[in-house]
T-cell receptor, first 115, second 113 residues
Framework: AQSVTQLDSQVPVFEEAPVELRCNYS??????LFWYVQYPNQGLQLLLK??????LVKGINGFEAEFNKSQTSFHLRKPSVHISDTAEYFC?????????????FGKGTKLSVKP | DTAVSQTPKYLVTQMGNDKSIKCEQN?????MYWYKQDSKKFLKIMFS???????INETVPNRFSPKSPDKAHLNLHINSLELGDSAVYFC????????????FGDGTRLSIL
């Protein structure tokens, strides 16, 4: 079975500072990895995904993430955050095909950007 | 031009009632999902349908029954509502499963009195 651990439930940071949101996963098979963002009272939006190939993936809003197979990690980074980045961020994993294809989510990290 | 739309957005009702939540997607996707997000923001898959057929049915009380009249719709009917059903329910859709990103609706906030 797969699982996702987001190590920080809350991350406070000042505007224009860099941020890293940590995500580790556990799986006995190869996985696909995703980061989603949830703004207040909204659904989830895809930030970026890793399917295969280059381990550094770039997403929307200046976010990027690096897949590290040996450390089973997929940490999300942004070099300079804005107030508008304040939201809940979810890391998720899925596996190949069929009934294994559903997303398993981490418990989320609340990013609070302060002026 | 909402891609995945859910109705209603808010649902307040009493314990023991039966209610339905509707979901429609206009993305041409063949797979649709229902998730439950609890008060601590934890998201858990409930059901997924691919081409109108049930693919995933996680450990969910049988009071919850999904219905997919066509590929663009996946409704959720809940019988005999209980206090523990209070949550935000999200509908999502994707093209296939596994490596395809899912598109989420804005959620239905269900409150049981």
């Amino acid at each position: 079975a797969q699982s996702v651990t987001q190590l920080d439930s809350q991350v406070p940071v000042f505007e224009e500072a860099p941020v890293e949101l940590r995500c580790n996963y556990s799986s006995s098979v190869s996985v696909y990895l995703f980061w989603y963002v949830q703004y207040p009272n909204q659904g989830l939006q895809l930030l970026l995904k890793y399917l295969s190939g280059s381990t550094l993936v770039k997403g929307i809003n200046g976010f990027e993430a690096e897949f590290n197979k040996s450390q089973t990690s997929f940490h999300l980074r942004k070099p300079s955050v804005h107030i508008s980045d304040t939201a809940e961020y979810f890391c998720a994993v899925s596996t190949y095909g069929g009934s294994q294809g559903n997303l398993i989510f981490g418990k989320g990290t609340k990013l609070s950007v302060k002026p | 031009d909402t891609a995945v739309s859910q109705t209603p957005k808010y649902l307040v009702t009493q314990m023991g009632n039966d209610k339905s939540i509707k979901c429609e997607q206009n993305l041409g996707h063949d797979t649709m999902y229902w998730y439950k997000q609890d008060s601590k923001k934890f998201l858990k898959i409930m059901f997924s349908y691919n081409n109108k057929e049930l693919i995933i049915n996680e450990t969910v009380p049988n009071r919850f029954s999904p219905k997919s009249p066509d590929k663009a719709h996946l409704n959720l009917h809940i019988n005999s509502l209980e206090l523990g059903d209070s949550a935000v329910y999200f509908c999502a859709s994707s093209r296939g499963m596994g490596n395809q990103p899912q598109h989420f609706g804005d959620g239905t906030r269900l409150s049981i009195l």
